[in-house]
């Protein structure tokens, strides 16, 4: 009962953190596009706390910043998104929870297939949303809003979140784990 009250409070603060982060971007969509200030706190979120939570904040964080500050445009922008960011907290989730060692090896490889994985997401919905609505999404767009024009977010991420995750270890909030969990069979260990 403690700890899912601790979960439901930082899952609270990552969601504040989601809808306040863009704005140090000044609400260009330019910059926005390009540094990812939303992603961290999923990310966080669902390392943190774990996948349900993260998935959970990720899929309404979008939905909820376009309902209150009408930024990202709500369709096909802020829809896209929530599944993105959902897998994005599901999956880094899931994958450090299951891992062997909680480590910075893990840490990267749980957010790397993360980023892939939601990031074929994020165009699977677009090519849905833009085919429904008589648009298409090109196999080159893709790249190129999936990958090239988020560079520097996925470098900011994979530098920032890792800082801050050994900080959190350093401090002893968030420990990582040197072996692996008991309640977890052998078999599904990463």
Known sequence: MRQNIKNITLAAMFL?????????????????NMLLPMHIPVFLCGLICGWQYGAAIGLVLPLLRSA????????????AMAFELMTYGLVSGLLYSISKWQCIRALYRCLICAMLAGRAVWG????VQLGLSGGGLT??????????????GILLQLVLIPAIM?????????????????DLPAEREV
């Open 68 to 79: 209150i500050f009408g930024m990202p445009v709500f369709f096909p922008a802020a829809t």
């Open 16 to 32: 504040g953190l989601g809808l306040v982060l863009p704005l140090f971007t000044g609400q260009i969509p330019q910059i926005g």
């Open 124 to 127: 699977a919905v677009q090519a």
């Open 139 to 152: 196999f080159k767009i893709f790249m190129t809003e999936a990958f090239l024009n988020a560079v520097p």
């Open 166 to 182: 050994v900080a959190l270890n350093r401090t002893g909030l968030v420990r990582f784990r040197r072996e692996a969990s008991a």
